[in-house]
């Protein structure tokens, strides 16, 4: 026998909406991060909650999303392929009766089957990388079928939406950029890290940040090669994040007498004091999508070094926000300021939040003109996870 959802019929227009938003972790990283500042900015309109597939980590995301009273669901993924998502997952679509399902990275392999049962007002897949780094070949193919099918993708960038058009042969539903939230005055900031003083930092030091995952994407060996380079005791490179390269990077500092000068700060959640007190950005990804740790670098005033690829280009315009001055030179305080101006006026968390609100509000409308209730024709027999707020 079929089991049904018995999924409530969507709200009124002028009601809030239900919001399911599902992400491989709720670790820290970019994509987790985008996710969860727009799950905090929904919040304020409408009813949110959080899926992880993977165990609860204690992460400074998990404690933002409590910190805002959204429900999570941690579904205790095991490594690989694991059929009990499928059951899992149902039991929270019962239990939540979302009207948007938003999905982000690789998990519409577990969440695309539900939604072939359901009739959801309105799914919404974050393509949070170029298309062809963006899942396995599997993910591919399930990702091939949903986007021609009820789920909606989104571009982050321009060069993103362009890479789910040369590889699955589709146009994104829109093209929505990142954003973060940004403090009123970064200045404010400046001086309250004690990193410096920790990492033996001289206050007239110039240091080079690196916010990125230790891993090859980011090609963290690349950045620390160039910056081998360069000369003096008072330059300095950090590294804030962390990832299978960092033992080999460690290995390359110490093997170049680099180690006094290269510091390795692992995860963090004070990043932006950590940016406000340094002097440069630096990134030398081989792809990105839409990386939000140069928008924090651009809010917090600085000068980007970064590589020309992903959506990097759409955030910074070379020889305006991208030069490497000399200290002291008034042209890196025009580019600086110049940076964050342009982050006030784009990257700002309620723009983004703003978009796809928009969105949601369009589909929802369409899918009313052609349905009069939210139907399932199929679903696994839910299991009932409890949220961490319900317990």
Not at 266 to 284: C, E, M, Q, Y
Not at 300 to 320: D, H, K, M, Q, Y
């Amino acid at each position: 026998m079929s089991q049904y959802l018995n999924l409530r019929e969507t709200a009124p227009m002028s009601e809030p909406l239900r919001i399911l938003h599902i992400v491989p972790s709720l670790t820290v990283g970019g994509a987790e991060q985008m996710a969860t500042h727009l799950m905090i900015g929904l919040s304020r309109s409408h009813h949110v909650g959080a899926v992880g597939l993977y165990p609860p980590s204690d992460s400074a995301v998990e404690r933002r999303l409590a910190e805002a009273n959204i429900p999570k669901w941690h579904l205790n993924k095991r490594k690989g392929f694991d059929p009990r998502m499928f059951s899992l997952l149902g039991g929270v679509f019962r239990e939540f009766q979302p009207d948007v399902v938003h999905t982000h990275m690789a998990v519409l392999r577990y969440v695309f089957p539900i939604l072939l049962g359901n009739r959801i007002a309105a799914a919404v897949h974050t393509m949070h990388n170029l298309a062809k780094h963006e899942t396995d070949a599997f993910g591919r193919l399930v990702h091939w079928f949903a986007f021609r099918n009820c789920v909606l993708p989104i571009g982050i960038s321009r060069e993103v939406s362009a890479s789910v058009r040369r590889l699955y042969g589709v146009e994104c539903k829109a093209v929505i950029p990142n954003c973060i939230p940004i403090e009123q005055d970064p200045q404010n900031m400046r001086g309250d890290t004690p990193f410096r003083e920790h990492e033996g930092i001289g206050r007239d030091a110039v240091v080079f940040t690196c916010v990125a995952r230790l891993e090859p994407q980011k090609n963290p060996l690349l950045l620390l090669k160039a910056f081998s380079r360069l000369s003096g005791p008072s330059v300095h490179l950090v590294f804030l994040g962390d990832g299978s390269l960092r033992e080999q990077l460690a290995a390359y500092a110490q093997s170049h007498h680099l180690s006094g000068r290269v510091h390795f700060l692992g995860k963090r959640d004070d990043v932006p004091s950590v940016l406000a007190a340094s002097d440069v950005f630096v990134l030398a990804s081989d792809w990105e999508g839409n990386p939000l740790a140069v928008m924090e670098a651009m809010a917090a005033g600085l000068p980007v070094i970064a590589t020309e690829v992903g959506g990097i280009p759409e955030l910074v315009r070379s020889g305006e926000h991208g030069l490497l001055v000399k200290a002291g030179d008034c042209a890196a305080l025009l580019m600086a300021r110049a940076a964050r101006e342009r982050a006030i006026q784009e990257f700002r968390v309620e723009r983004m939040v703003q978009g796809y609100a928009d969105l949601y509000r369009d589909a929802v409308t369409t899918f009313r003109k052609t349905q009069s209730k939210a139907k399932c024709s199929w679903a696994p027999n839910p299991i009932k996870v409890p949220s961490e707020q319900s317990k």
